[in-house]
T-cell receptor, first 115, second 114 residues
Framework: DVKVTQSSRYLVKRTGEKVFLECVQDMDHENMFWYRQDPGLGLRLIYFSYDVKMKEKGDIPEGYSVSREKKERFSLILESASTNQTSMYLC??????????????FGNGTRLTVT | AQSVTQLGSHVSVSEGALVLLRCNYSSSVPPYLFWYVQYPNQGLQLLLKYTSAATLVKGINGFEAEFKKSETSFHLTKPSAHMSDAAEYFCAVTRGGGYQKVTFGTGTKLQVIP
């Protein structure tokens, strides 16, 4: 089974801090994604990456950046955390071939609180 | 553009009753459609997916969904609800052919009453 591991289940950070959310997958998937989940809004795509060092903006990239230096690892960076970034963050991966051909495999999420 | 509408943010059913969760989509090209389930404190996992092979799709845990092009719907059903079905369910749509963007609905929380 594909395993997608997010390094933290819960994080509490202060406004203005730089925050790193880490995600590792063990199935050699080319595509990796970061989503944000908020009640009543579903999942919204922040960024995705289809290869090492490659990235594409999703629907809500403002205030976020990403890094993919190794195929198995995809990091989400909040350059200066703000309270409106308090949310659940979900990482996902799929193999090459598109998200239509293969379902997303999700990690268990990181619940970030910014105070 | 593609979009997904899930009717009802909360649905309650009695244990043993029919489960019906509604999903309508819009897509300018033939879509790929998914249902995912999220149990408390977990990520999402795939229940089932439609990729044009058959209009009635069977998934895990006794769930199934029927693709109806004329109604642009992909409703999720289960004949008899179990307590363990209590979770949040998300409908999602994407275009095929290597396209990466998956659009999710806003989710429906299913409560199962004993």
């Amino acid at each position: 089974d594909v395993k997608v591991t997010q390094s933290s289940r819960y994080l509490v950070k202060r406004t203005g801090e730089k925050v790193f959310l880490e995600c590792v997958q063990d199935m050699d998937h080319e595509n990796m994604f970061w989503y944000r989940q908020d009640p009543g809004l579903g999942l919204r795509l922040i960024y995705f990456s289809y290869d090492v060092k490659m990235k594409e903006k999703g629907d809500i990239p403002e205030g976020y950046s990403v890094s993919r230096e190794k195929k198995e690892r995809f990091s989400l960076i909040l350059e200066s955390a703000s309270t409106n970034q308090t949310s659940m963050y979900l990482c996902a991966s799929t193999p090459r071939g598109g998200a239509g051909n293969s379902p997303l495999h999700f990690g268990n999420g990181t619940r970030l609180t910014v105070t | 553009a593609q979009s997904v509408t899930q009717l009802g943010s909360h649905v309650s059913v009695s244990e043993g009753a029919l489960v019906l969760l509604r999903c309508n989509y819009s897509s300018s090209v033939p879509p790929y459609l998914f249902w995912y389930v999220q149990y408390p404190n977990q990520g999402l996992q795939l229940l089932l997916k439609y990729t044009s092979a058959a209009t009635l799709v069977k998934g895990i845990n006794g769930f199934e969904a029927e693709f109806k092009k004329s109604e642009t719907s992909f409703h999720l059903t289960k004949p008899s609800a179990h307590m363990s079905d209590a979770a949040e369910y998300f409908c999602a749509v994407t275009r095929g052919g290597g396209y990466q963007k998956v659009t999710f609905g806003t989710g429906t929380k299913l409560q199962v009453i004993p």
